[in-house]
């Protein structure tokens, strides 16, 4: 077989696993629609179980006053939405999740203390991490990661620059010179 024989092999492959997949896509999309539509329709129901809750909080009814209120609220939105057969139950659970929110929401109950670090002032130095840090004045290293160790001529340089005298600020305002 040549290369243009294998790639018409490869075309007829892909367009039957294409075919297979829009069959098995056109079969269950009626499935498909609807889990979306319900899911659309719970996720609405619950925002305006929200709104309608915080809306009722504020007026001077009773619970099931504020309940009913609330019910109807959500009903007008959703008939504004054009969604229909909701049934009750999905409304008043939609509207208990809601005041359960709120209620957590607004609750200032502080029986729950934030957890402090607890900072132990002597601990042993041998429960102390320690850094480890490489010899950088004497070592170096190169592009590829081995380890180069400088010439003497290089090395001098180091040590006579870190023995150079450096001035420096007090807490006092004084200037003093270190080295």
Request: hydrophobic share 40%.
């Amino acid at each position: 077989m040549t290369i243009k024989d294998w790639i018409y092999l490869g075309i007829t492959v892909a367009s039957y696993i294409i075919a297979i997949i829009a069959a098995i896509y056109t079969k269950n999309r009626a499935k498909i629609n609807k889990a979306t539509a319900v899911g659309k329709t719970l996720d609405v129901v619950g925002q305006l179980a929200t709104y309608a809750v915080h809306e009722t909080e504020s007026l001077d009814l009773e619970n099931e006053q504020k309940r009913q209120a609330a019910v109807q609220i959500i009903n007008q939105g959703l008939s504004w939405f054009g969604i229909k057969d909701v049934t009750p139950n999905t409304v008043n659970g939609a509207i208990e999740k809601a005041v359960n929110a709120m209620h957590l929401a607004n609750s200032d109950d502080q029986s729950v203390e934030p957890i402090q670090p607890e900072i132990v002032p002597n601990v042993p130095a041998k429960n102390l991490v320690q850094p480890t840090v490489a010899n950088t004045e004497t070592q170096t290293k190169d592009a590829a990661g081995s380890t180069l160790t400088p010439d003497k001529a290089e090395q001098q340089s180091l040590a006579n620059s870190a023995n150079t005298t450096v001035a420096e600020q007090n807490t006092t305002g004084e200037v003093v010179k270190n080295g």
